[in-house]
């Protein structure tokens, strides 16, 4: 059984931000992180965010994913607003609709890559279907690799292990930051290709933190933030060096 992220995603655009504001300190010290920032991501799509470092790309990922509370404004997550959620309500529905992959892996290293993958389930109290672990791992190319443990698998290994994992609750959303930042550009290239396939094949919706111009061109759009704000967007995919133009014209701007 293949991983099928879609199939319950229930809203046309799983995640939404309005006017979302992010303040760090008071007084004197604050510090604007996000500033009334709107956008929302498509269903089945793939969005690179870039920009400058400070502009923000950071705090709109942890935002959008439920795991930083703005100051003011609004996210809903597949049709959920989290503005009215306490912790713990907040915590189920990232465990259940948000998928979460890393630059760093963050796999257990006690753990084989198949328990690794089924962790998620194990942590929400289901025991872990050996069926669907295996199609997970299958569906990354990893089906004989599940009993390798992180430190013997590469660095694009312990990757795919890290989306398998993430996608192992079929979320609506997966969030990704700096997924190849960690891998050298072969390895890189077989990532981005494995998340562009999950966007066109099982429609899952990828939201992807990046500095580099060559990840974003396997995105849909690409959104570029500068000092917190929407700079600029290029709005259907495009090839690596037109990213690089727009991100060298929006660091001169700024």
């Known amino acids: 059984m293949p991983i ?3 199939a319950v995603t229930t809203t046309a655009h799983p995640v939404e931000l309005h006017s979302l504001t992010r303040r760090h300190g008071t007084g004197e010290r604050t510090v604007v992180a996000l500033d009334d920032v709107s956008v929302s991501f498509a269903e089945g799509t793939m969005t690179a965010v870039m920009g400058p470092s400070g502009s923000g790309k950071s705090t709109l990922l942890h935002c959008a994913a439920g795991i930083d509370r703005p100051s ?4 809903v997550i597949d049709g959920t607003e989290t503005g009215g959620l306490d912790e713990t309500a907040l915590t ?3 465990r259940d609709r948000v998928g979460f992959v890393f630059q760093a892996f963050n796999l257990v290293s006690a753990l084989t890559a198949e328990q690794n993958v089924g962790l998620p389930l194990r942590l929400a109290g289901h025991r872990p ?3 669907r672990i ?3 791992l299958a569906e990354v190319g990893l089906a004989d690799r599940a009993g390798h443990r992180p430190s013997a698998l590469s ?3 312990q990757q795919r292990v890290a989306i398998a994992r993430a996608l192992i609750t079929h979320p609506a959303v997966l969030f990704a930051d700096e997924p190849t930042g960690a891998l050298d550009t072969r390895t890189s290239r077989a990532v981005l290709a494995l998340l562009r396939r999950l966007v066109d094949d099982h429609r899952q919706t990828v939201i992807m933190v990046t500095h580099d111009p060559a990840a974003a061109s396997f995105a849909d759009r690409v959104v570029f933030l500068a000092d917190g704000r929407v700079a600029a967007e290029l709005p259907e995919r495009t090839d690596a060096e037109t990213v690089a133009r727009q991100m060298a014209a929006l660091e001169v701007a700024t």
């Open 4 to 6: 099928t992220p879609s």
């Open 72 to 75: 003011s404004g609004r996210v």
């Open 129 to 131: 279907d050996p069926a």
């Open 134 to 136: 295996a199609a997970a």
């Open 155 to 157: 660095g694009g290994q």
């Open 92 to 94: 189920l529905l990232r």
